[in-house]
């Protein structure tokens, strides 16, 4: 019932920045939070930055505080996240969720429909 799209990863030198960007379609109800999360090879996946669409308050984990952006556009449906000061560490694919808790959840199981996930690479 929900359909979301990921853009934005490629290649970045360490230091760089990227603007990954989730488009979501389909019922606009019970759609009260969003949230990136990320896997690289052979870990689990993580959760990286969350917002809620009523309050507009956002949740990061402590990895990426400080670097990294996330925002909502209502009129578009659009999640974004800006990633600032990347870091070869930050490399991993990128995956955009959506879930019906109103407060931001950071384990996967808050989360009910999923993207694609986008590639980031950042090179040293």
């Known amino acids: 019932q929900v359909q979301l799209v990921e853009s934005g990863g490629g290649l970045v030198q360490a230091g760089g920045s990227l603007r990954l960007s989730c488009v979501a379609s389909?019922?606009?109800?019970?759609?009260?939070?969003m949230g990136w999360f990320r896997q690289a090879p052979g870990k689990e996946r993580e959760f990286v930055a969350g917002?809620?669409?009523?309050?507009?308050?956002?949740r990061y984990a402590d990895s990426v505080k400080g670097r990294f952006t996330i925002s909502g556009d209502n009129a578009k449906n659009t999640v974004y996240l800006q990633m600032n000061s990347l870091t070869p560490e930050d490399t991993a694919i990128y995956y955009c969720?959506?879930?019906?808790?109103?407060?931001?959840?950071?384990?996967?199981?808050?989360?009910?429909?999923w993207g694609q996930g986008t590639q980031v690479t950042v090179s040293s």
């Open positions: 969720a959506s879930g019906a808790n109103i407060a931001v959840l950071v384990t996967t199981s808050g989360y009910a429909y």
């Open positions: 389909g019922r606009t109800v019970n759609r009260y939070t």
């Open positions: 917002i809620s669409w009523s309050s507009g308050s956002t």
